[in-house]
């Protein structure tokens, strides 16, 4: 919708004619919708949105977050109850917590190079694991794990919905 507001502005500028609008401001402007529309197409990173954001990508990641839908994607079996009571805290120095009620998981998180992935290393251990985002808003967070560890009952790929704790 703001992208089509803006180009009914634009258009008025650079199609109308009045004596206030000079021919340089409507060439300074064009010049700078040529040049902001290349970063308007890369917004919408994620398949599930936003398409587009003013907050950074890390700035929607630093939160508390709780687990509030996990199910496994190929049998679409409803994993949430594996999950009561837990939640992630990912922090602006790139630690994180992950608490399941009796114990916690820390280490250090960080976006892949392309930034539709965050890998979090646990402390003590030399590799990380590798959560594909599929969503992330200010108030949704969702990613997706590959398991390589398939047990019999449970799904090889998981989805985990997330909101702010």
Do not use: Q
């Not at 190079?113 to 808003?137: C, P, R």
């Amino acid at each position: 919708m703001l992208i089509y507001i803006f180009y009914l502005h634009l258009h008025k500028v650079l199609f109308t004619t009045t004596k206030s609008k000079t021919m340089k401001t409507k060439i300074l402007l064009l010049c700078f919708s040529i040049a902001v529309i290349p970063f308007i197409d890369g917004c919408g990173k994620y398949e599930e949105g936003p398409a587009f954001s003013l907050s950074s990508k890390k700035g929607r990641v630093v939160n508390t977050w709780k687990f509030e839908k996990v199910f496994g994607v190929e049998k679409g079996e409803d994993l949430t109850s594996y999950y009561t009571g837990e939640y992630i805290e990912f922090k602006k120095d790139g630690s994180y917590i992950w608490t399941d009620g009796s114990s916690s998981d820390v280490g250090t998180w960080a976006f892949a190079a392309d930034k539709e992935d965050i890998v979090l290393t646990g402390n003590g251990t030399s590799g990380g694991e590798t959560y594909h985002i599929i969503k992330l808003k200010g108030k949704e967070f969702w990613f997706r794990y590959e398991v390589t560890n398939v047990c019999g009952y449970c799904s090889a790929t998981k989805e985990f919905h997330l909101s702010p704790r």
